[in-house]
């Protein structure tokens, strides 16, 4: 008997795409890697601790012929500011004429922002040749070490498509930890190692040495490490104290390299920081940090010293093209701006020294005269910390959530601790879009908007305006 009209309607409703899931589209490569075990967008308290190790990422770099064993690499672990000093090191690298690959995590609009070479990312055909051939060897390796992660997935595909294109170097940012982490399969030429904070303690460690040491992990012998005075004395103490057990030693910026940075302003570069740093083999004398924020001195500093390492190491890197390659370094989803009138600035600040370290920039960067914010942030994070440093530069905050982040705290609950600390004005929203038609709503022509908490709610900013203005509204 056939079908009747409704039938059939709801049929058509529940009917998955076809190219959904054919692996050999782009929408089936997404739909592949949606369906593998994610610790980026899980609630990392329940997640498995059998999930992070390295056996199996071995494996399956094995599998796929070693592509790591081919590459040039600089490997960046921390809390704060290792995405900064990545691309810091890749635009300075590309400016010497290099073909650099940058491994970074998470993406903020489109999930090959987090594979590009010389800034170009992979583009989607390469990305769904790329996923097959790893899916390929995790299914042959499942049997033994279990399935392979998102992650492990996407690092994988990183360095394989570095491989495949010979890049010269490639610049690989952590992405959780350092020690257990997937990208710590690689033998780099430098280690570098940016702020320690805290941040998942019931995975890293419920102190600062103890994530330091998590850090500090990727350490490996005879293998430069550069890094820059910490919060605490003791937490350089256990970094060097690795180093020492693994057979290698870390240079600290403004102890046995010199270094310094002042803040100034001048008609052709607005407020900004410019930094020195001297060694045997460089002299890099007063350049301008090409990122916003005086916290960003201390990373433009590892950035140039982990150039000076390469240097040491055979790599022709002058200094005028490592100046005006740093000149052009981006940064997406740190204070930029996406939208003009009003002004809306995104940045993926997580945790409280970051999101102080905005709320400073902010007001020494940019002229406004009342600053909105957009919050939302994982449960897992320093809530009460980031609320703290909000409140000491906002005017209004409303609080939201990124969609379809399990993480995230809801926002009547974000709003409820922020009145604990501040008497300031807020308002919380279901959806980001809400939060954004609220605050377009309550702000004048000078005024700012700010969104942040999270790289997620950062991306979905972007990915909102930008339909926006394709839309022509």
């Known amino acids: 008997m056939g079908r009747s009209k409704s039938d059939r309607t709801r ?4 009917a998955p795409d076809p190219a959904s899931t054919d692996p050999c589209t782009y ?5 592949y890697l949606n369906g593998l075990v994610n610790v980026e967008r899980a609630r990392l308290r329940s997640a498995d601790p059998s999930i ?3 056996d199996r990422m071995r494996a399956l770099l094995d599998r796929l012929g070693n592509p790591e064993s081919t590459l040039h690499c600089v490997h960046v672990a921390g809390s704060k500011g290792k995405g900064s000093t990545c691309e810091m090191v890749s635009a300075a690298l590309e400016g010497c004429g290099l073909t650099v690959g940058l491994y970074t995590s998470p993406h903020l609009v489109d999930l090959r922002e987090r594979i590009q070479i010389n800034h170009r990312e992979i583009s989607r055909e390469m990305l769904v040749s790329t996923i097959g051939r790893v899916a390929e060897a995790s299914s042959a390796i499942e049997k033994t070490y279990g399935p392979a992660t998102f992650f492990e997935h996407m690092t994988a595909a990183g360095l394989l498509h570095f491989a495949d294109q010979a890049v010269d170097v490639a610049v690989i940012e952590v992405g959780l930890g350092g020690r257990l982490d997937s990208t710590n399969v690689i033998i780099p030429r430098v280690c570098a190692i940016s702020s ?9 460690g419920d102190t600062l040495e103890a994530i330091a040491r998590e850090k500090a992990g990727i350490l490996k012998p005879d293998i430069p490490a550069v890094t820059y005075q910490q919060s605490k004395p003791s937490v350089l103490g256990v970094i060097r104290e690795v180093a020492s057990e693994v057979g290698t030693k870390v240079e600290v910026l403004g102890d046995t390299i010199d270094f310094s940075y002042r803040f100034e302003a001048s008609p052709e570069l607005g407020p900004h920081a410019r930094v020195v740093l001297s060694t045997p083999r460089s002299n890099f004398e007063h350049l301008p ?4 924020g005086e916290h960003q001195a ?4 590892l950035a140039l010293a982990v150039i000076d390492q390469l240097r040491d190491q055979g790599f022709r890197l002058p200094d005028r093209e490592v100046a005006l390659g740093l000149a052009r370094t981006r940064n997406p989803g740190r204070m930029e701006q996406v939208w003009a009138s009003p002004r809306i600035i995104v940045d993926g600040a997580h945790n409280p020294e970051s999101v102080g370290g905005l709320i400073k920039a902010l007001g020494a960067h940019l002229r406004y005269d009342s600053l909105v914010v957009i919050f939302g942030c994982a449960a897992d994070k320093d809530v009460s910390g980031m609320l703290a440093r909000i409140a000491t530069g906002a005017d209004k905050v409303i609080f939201t959530r990124s969609e379809g982040n399990a993480r995230a ?5 974000l709003q409820r601790k922020f009145a604990e600390v501040s008497h300031k ?10 939060a954004l038609n609220i605050a377009a709503r309550a702000v004048g022509r000078d005024d700012l908007i700010c969104v942040t908490g999270s790289f997620y709610l950062a991306g979905e900013a972007k990915k909102l305006l930008a339909a926006k203005a394709g839309a022509g509204s």
Do not use: W, Y
């Open 289 to 292: 940090v090409p990122l916003r």
């Open 27 to 31: 929408e089936g490569c997404l739909h």
């Open 196 to 204: 320690i904070q805290l941040e998942h303690k019931h995975l890293l």
């Open 52 to 54: 992070f190790k390295l």
């Open 409 to 413: 705290v809801d926002p009547r609950e």
């Open 11 to 14: 049929a058509a409703k529940v």
């Open 298 to 301: 201390l990373n433009c500093g």
């Open 425 to 434: 004005m807020s308002q919380s929203a279901p959806t980001l879009k809400d």
